[in-house]
């Protein structure tokens, strides 16, 4: 296992809520910026979620006001609750760690150093 490692990735029907976390390791998660994106095969990656050490988090506009991205210091993990979910949001979910970048925007969490395996999230109309 790397350090960052997803879970909660699964088949839902529209409408339908998942949680997804990332387990983090070998690096001081609490100074990092933390962040989710993800990829549809054969499309750009998408920076979803983003939210830096002082937890101030931001969004994709495709998926403000149903989403949401937490970070627990203390069991080092991340967190993206999805409600209300859509099937243009089915896609590979990637868990991303960086110290450099703010968490002033979402876009340039495909960017960031660190990314996990991946997780699959399927959304049936």
């Known amino acids: 296992q790397g350090p960052l490692v997803e879970s909660g990735g699964g088949s839902v029907q529209f409408g339908g809520s998942l949680t997804l976390s990332c387990g983090v390791s070998g690096f001081d998660f609490r100074r990092y910026t933390m962040g989710w994106f993800r990829q549809v095969l054969g499309k750009e990656r998408e920076g979803v979620a983003v939210?830096?050490?002082?937890?101030?988090?931001a969004y994709a506009g495709s998926v403000k006001g149903r989403f949401t991205i937490t970070r627990d210091k203390a069991k080092n993990t991340l967190y993206l609750q999805m409600n209300n979910l859509k099937p243009d949001d089915t896609a590979m979910y990637y868990c991303a760690a960086d110290d450099y970048y703010s968490s002033y925007s979402a876009y340039n969490v495909p960017y960031f150093d660190h990314r996990g395996q991946g997780t699959q999230v399927t959304v049936a109309s």
């Open positions: 939210i830096g050490s002082d937890e101030d988090p």
